[in-house]
């Protein structure tokens, strides 16, 4: 079993490595996404669209807090939640379905939340595993930045900020 060091040295690098790989421009958004695009979800959801055999995915660019965000999922009828990303290919099919939503890189909500040091997925309540943090983040700003977004400052990049910031929503729902 690798030490705890060893584990967190890791962790790092493979953060770093993630971030680096899922960070996009405009243009190369734009070439990745006309080779992948959205397929409609299988369960006929209007606008939704299938993220992996088991989720799908329903875009608004109307901005909401953290918890606007939530409501929003919540109240959909297909009990859905804040969409969370298990690796990179996943990311790629949301951000293509984000660059179809709207074409100007926005902030959209992931149901990501941090508690103390450590970052858990909203859906299992377990540790994120998967993470393509912005440079120099997670750094939970004045203590306060416990709410995770993506398209810090490019496409595809994750920051932590304040749950009261606005941003897109992106709902996921199991299908």
């Known amino acids: 079993m690798p030490s705890a060091v060893t584990t967190v040295l890791l962790m790092g690098a493979l953060m770093v ?12 958004l734009t070439t990745m996404c006309a080779n992948n695009v959205p397929e409609p979800c299988r369960l006929s959801i209007p606008g ?47 951000l293509c379905m984000m660059k179809q939503a709207s074409p100007q890189r926005i902030h959209y909500w992931l149901g990501v939340r941090r ?6 997925r909203m859906d299992e309540g377990k540790e994120v595993t998967y993470a393509a943090w912005a440079e120099g983040q997670p750094n939970n700003a004045n203590g306060q930045e416990g709410c995770v977004w993506i398209n810090s400052d490019t496409w595809g990049l994750w920051d932590d900020v304040r749950c009261t910031e606005t941003a897109g929503v992106a709902c996921q729902v199991r299908v």
Do not use: P
């Open 17 to 28: 490595a993630s971030a680096i790989a899922q960070s996009y421009t405009d243009e190369e």
């Open 48 to 94: 939704a669209y299938q993220l992996n055999d088991y989720t799908c995915v329903k875009i608004s660019t109307t901005e909401k807090d953290f918890q606007g965000a939530l409501m929003e999922c919540e109240s959909w009828r297909f009990r859905s939640y804040l969409v969370v990303l298990k690796n990179a290919e996943e990311q790629k099919k949301l």
């Open 115 to 120: 508690d103390g040091k450590k970052y858990y």
